[in-house]
């Protein structure tokens, strides 16, 4: 995708060049491609395209500097008692609740996410984190192992150290929070460099960590594209990186990684399966649907885009389904009536409308929606109504990429075991979920589904007690719940000898 540093821009000013002490693995040209990966990055409203803000992406030098703050923070919060380190962590769950309608607002506007969205879910999801590993960071104890009268054994869990997140533009303070809470917990320090079309929220969520009295340097931002994503894997001083962001990056994140041989988290794409049973209840179906196709404009990595219906309620489905959406309400993301907003880019835009073309070149039947011209401020903003597909089939591009859009393929089925084969065939596995009244049928469907993240009789709710990640090219490691610790720790064993040595020299 075209991203900001397409958009008309007078100068490129000097890139951040390195300073002295340069400690980065690979050598690095300093040419025309250097200054425009290096040059400022310029945030627009999605909804208007007029800017938001100019920020300064990121070079060595500040890398640099950044991680050698980091390095000095992690040692003194390292050094904290698990417990001491979730008070401050709750502290920051505090703060960031009593900045939901402010920092709501400053989301919306540089997503193009509704303000009824944001205002419940973005910042509340991102407190629920940080509450949540703050209360767990004292539990994550190790073990004792008996090793028999003469010796015993022991596990520490560790911190790994300086963390890199990086992240993507969809949920932008979400996944900001959904990586350093767990991090900092487990007593890292995170640089984050958030996505360059989304850049805002992280600065506050810097800003709210500092006040909550965590050490200077302990979570820091960098802005930048992927040139600086690539600065901040290579440095020697990173032990991990954690991305969002789609499943080419993932590849070429996880190679940059294995020259460290760093250890990687990597939440990706998906392109997931909805089955809806003939004897679903049907209003919580087209609901379920609704949820994982439209919330968001469809930007969410999660949704359930090839929605299986069963033949015998495909029409009563589909016409539920219409009647809900015609009267959804698409416009300003800061009008709190707004359900549908802007989506990220003139460009995403355009990927979207293509795949919106293509699916009615390929023979499908586009049953509603389509990208639209708002009037007044709006008129230079990305729009697309719902879409909804019918009369497709599991092989065009619409059922098999990722469009990241509000666009729903409606899949007829009628064979149970034939459904799972067609979810299942796809080379993405990050969730599924299953719409049916019996559960025995539901739990027997969902263990033979190849995704990580899945639901029965709804869609796209992520607790924070629960994992969240996926199987196949959709990810590596899983964010969320207790399992979060162990990506973000290393185990130490420890041997303790209670007698002589028994040596045989
Ligand atoms: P991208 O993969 O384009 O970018 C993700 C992040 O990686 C951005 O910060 C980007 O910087 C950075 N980046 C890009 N290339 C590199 C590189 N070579 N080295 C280091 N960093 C790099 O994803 P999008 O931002 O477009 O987000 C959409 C994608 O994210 C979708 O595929 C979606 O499914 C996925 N996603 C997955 C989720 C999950 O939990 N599984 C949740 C949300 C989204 P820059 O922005 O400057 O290009």
């Given at each position: 995708?075209?991203?900001?540093?397409?958009?008309?821009?007078?100068?490129?000013?000097?890139?951040?060049?390195?300073?002295?002490?340069?400690?980065?693995?690979?050598?690095?040209?300093?040419?025309?491609?250097?200054?425009?990966?290096?040059?400022?990055?310029?945030?627009?409203?999605?909804?208007?395209?007029?800017?938001?803000?100019?920020?300064?992406?990121?070079?060595?030098?500040?890398?640099?500097?950044k991680?050698?703050r980091a390095?000095d923070a992690q040692r003194q919060w390292a050094a904290l008692t698990p417990a001491e380190r979730g008070r401050k962590l709750r502290r920051v769950a505090d703060l960031l609740r009593a900045e939901n309608d402010a920092l709501a607002?400053l989301e919306?506007?540089?997503?193009?996410?509704?303000?009824?969205?944001?205002?419940?879910?973005d910042v509340a999801s991102g407190a629920e984190c940080f509450e949540y590993f703050a209360a767990v960071a004292a539990?994550?104890?190790?073990?004792?192992?008996?090793?028999?009268?003469?010796?015993?054994?022991?596990?520490?869990?560790?911190p790994?150290?300086v963390v890199?997140a990086?992240?993507?533009?969809?949920?932008p303070l979400q996944i900001a929070c959904w990586k350093s809470a767990p991090a900092l917990a487990a007593g890292n320090a995170v640089i984050f460099?958030?996505?360059?079309?989304?850049?805002l929220s992280a600065i506050e969520l810097e800003r709210i960590i500092q006040r909550a009295g965590l050490p200077d340097g302990i979570f820091t931002v960098?802005?930048?594209?992927?040139?600086?994503?690539?600065?901040?894997?290579?440095?020697?001083?990173?032990?991990?990186?954690?991305?969002?962001?789609?499943?080419?990056?993932?590849?070429?994140?996880?190679?940059?990684?294995?020259?460290?041989?760093?250890?990687?988290?990597?939440?990706?794409?998906?392109?997931?399966?909805?089955?809806?049973?003939?004897?679903?209840?049907?209003?919580?179906?087209?609901?379920?649907?609704?949820?994982?196709?439209?919330?968001?404009?469809?930007?969410?990595?999660?949704?359930?885009?090839?929605?299986?219906?069963?033949?015998?309620?495909?029409?009563?489905?589909?016409?539920?389904?219409?009647?809900?959406?015609?009267?959804?309400?698409?416009?300003?993301?800061?009008?709190?009536?707004?359900?549908?907003?802007?989506?990220?880019?003139?460009?995403?835009?355009?990927?979207?409308?293509?795949?919106?073309?293509?699916?009615?070149?390929?023979?499908?039947?586009?049953?509603?929606?389509?990208?639209?011209?708002?009037?007044?401020?709006?008129?230079?903003?990305?729009?697309?109504?719902?879409?909804?597909?019918?009369?497709?089939?599991?092989?065009?591009?619409?059922?098999?990429?990722?469009?990241?859009?509000?666009?729903?393929?409606?899949?007829?089925?009628?064979?149970?075991?034939?459904?799972?084969?067609?979810?299942?065939?796809?080379?993405?596995?990050?969730?599924?979920?299953?719409?049916?009244?019996?559960?025995?049928?539901?739990?027997?469907?969902?263990?033979?589904?190849?995704?990580?993240?899945?639901?029965?009789?709804?869609?796209?709710?992520?607790?924070v007690?629960?994992?969240?990640?996926?199987?196949?090219?959709?990810?590596?490691?899983?964010?969320?719940?207790?399992?979060?610790l162990?990506?973000f720790?290393?185990?130490?064993?420890?041997?303790?000898?209670?007698?002589?040595?028994?040596?045989?020299?």
């Open positions: 995708m075209t991203k900001s540093h397409d958009l008309p821009r007078p100068d490129l000013p000097r890139p951040d060049l390195p300073g002295p002490e340069y400690r980065f693995a690979d050598n690095i040209a300093f040419d025309d491609q250097w200054a425009a990966d290096f040059a400022p990055i310029i945030t627009v409203n999605p909804a208007t395209n007029q800017i938001l803000a100019e920020l300064q992406a990121a070079g060595p030098q500040e890398i640099n500097q991680l050698a390095k607002r919306s506007q540089d997503t193009g996410k509704p303000i009824q969205e944001t205002l419940v879910v539990t994550d104890t190790g073990d004792y192992v008996d090793l028999g009268q003469n010796a015993f054994g022991y596990t520490r869990r560790e790994i150290g890199a990086i992240g993507a533009w969809n949920y460099k958030p996505a360059e079309l989304t850049p960098v802005q930048g594209r992927a040139a600086t994503g690539q600065l901040l894997i290579a440095h020697q001083d990173i032990g991990k990186v954690s991305l969002t962001g789609e499943v080419g990056t993932g590849k070429r994140v996880m190679r940059a990684a294995a020259a460290g041989l760093k250890r990687v988290t990597l939440e990706l794409g998906g392109k997931s399966p909805m089955i809806i049973f003939a004897d679903a209840d049907l209003d919580d179906a087209v609901s379920g649907a609704m949820i994982g196709n439209f919330y968001s404009a469809g930007e969410v990595c999660s949704n359930g885009t090839r929605v299986y219906v069963h033949d015998d309620i495909r029409a009563e489905f589909i016409d539920r389904l219409l009647t809900r959406i015609n009267r959804m309400v698409i416009g300003d993301p800061l009008d709190p009536r707004t359900q549908i907003g802007a989506v990220i880019s003139p460009q995403h835009h355009q990927k979207i409308m293509n795949y919106i073309e293509a699916g009615q070149r390929q023979g499908a039947i586009l049953l509603c929606g389509g990208g639209v011209s708002l009037a007044g401020e709006l008129k230079g903003g990305n729009f697309v109504r719902p879409c909804v597909f019918d009369g497709g089939h599991d092989d065009m591009a619409i059922a098999r990429e990722e469009i990241f859009g509000p666009v729903m393929t409606i899949l007829p089925f009628t064979d149970e075991s034939d459904v799972i084969a067609r979810a299942n065939n796809t080379e993405f596995g990050l969730a599924a979920g299953v719409f049916t009244r019996d559960l025995a049928r539901g739990h027997r469907v969902i263990a033979q589904l190849r995704a990580g993240t899945c639901w029965i009789n709804h869609y796209n709710v992520t607790p007690e629960l994992p969240f990640g996926g199987m196949k090219l959709s990810g590596i490691g899983r964010e969320n719940s207790r399992l979060a162990d990506h720790s290393e185990i130490k064993s420890v041997y303790v000898n209670l007698s002589k040595v028994d040596a045989p020299y």
